[in-house]
Nanobody, 122 residues
Framework: QVQLVETGGGLVQAGGSLRLSCAAS????????MGWFRQAPGKEREFVAA????????YAEDSVKGRFTISRDNAKNTVYLQMNSLKPEDTAVYYC???????????????WGQGTQVTVSS
């Protein structure tokens, strides 16, 4: 069992930045691909970004490319999502997830955090 805890959410004005962190409870975090997903009110959960175990491969959803960067520090068992140039449409609860296979589908990830709220005001 892997527990994931997200931190770093909050309220920010459009154009601002936030960095989300996701701490994993396992020392074998490097063996897991990690993903960030988000869910806005009334909408389905959607993929944001993902990174493989050693950090060499990443994916990002088209609407966040060039603005969001996913990275990881396996020594700290932590994955980050640096979010720049935030827009009101980025407002959502952001979840991190861990799975054995890198991908963009939520079903590929077995373990999920509780989520952290990101609100971008216009």
């Amino acid at each position: 069992q892997v527990q994931l805890v997200e931190t770093g959410g909050g309220l920010v004005q459009a154009g601002g930045s936030l960095r989300l962190s996701c701490a994993a409870s396992t020392r074998t975090a490097s063996t897991y691909a990690m993903g960030w997903f988000r869910q806005a009110p009334g909408k389905e959960r959607e993929f944001v970004a993902a990174i493989n175990g050693n950090g060499e491969n990443t994916y990002a959803e088209d609407s966040v490319k060039g603005r969001f960067t996913i990275s990881r520090d396996n020594a700290k068992n932590t994955v980050y999502l640096q979010m720049n140039s935030l827009k009101p449409e980025d407002t959502a609860v952001y979840y991190c997830a861990a799975g054995r296979v890198l991908g963009t589908g939520g079903t590929q990830y077995r373990f999920w955090g509780q989520g952290t709220q990101v609100t971008v005001s216009s």
